[in-house]
């Protein structure tokens, strides 16, 4: 599967964003999709997931209440709805497929190029 991640831009603290994640090549309700982040000098961290189907989804503790992750299958398209943001959410954001829900970015398979979040104070 290909992941086209977009969205992303510059934005004042406090601002929203919404991400968006294109599918394309498999079917894309077999795949648990999630969202990753890597801000400058630090390592990729995971920040929400959500199952196949929807219904199930975890966050980073950090991003809990301001971010919403969904998902519209007959779309083919995952989103990040992002709220309040912050000046340490800026980073570039990646989607990501996998088998199943998870934290771990081992546990997932195929990678978006990522999309820039910039948040200034």
């Known amino acids: 599967v290909q992941l086209q991640a977009s969205g992303g831009g510059l934005v004042q603290a406090g601002d929203s964003l919404r991400l968006s994640c294109a599918a394309s090549g498999r079917t894309f309700s077999i795949y648990a999709m999630g969202w990753f982040r890597q801000g400058p000098g630090k390592e990729r961290e995971f920040v929400a997931t959500?199952?196949?189907?929807?219904?199930?989804?975890y966050y980073a503790n950090s991003v809990k209440g301001r971010f919403t992750i969904s998902r519209d299958n007959a779309k083919n398209t995952v989103y990040l709805q992002m709220n309040s943001l912050k000046p340490e959410d800026t980073a570039i954001y990646y989607c990501a497929a996998g088998g199943l829900v998870a934290r771990k970015d081992s546990a997932y398979d195929y990678w978006g190029q990522g999309t820039q979040v910039t948040v200034s104070s």
């Open positions: 959500i199952s196949r189907i929807g219904g199930s989804e």
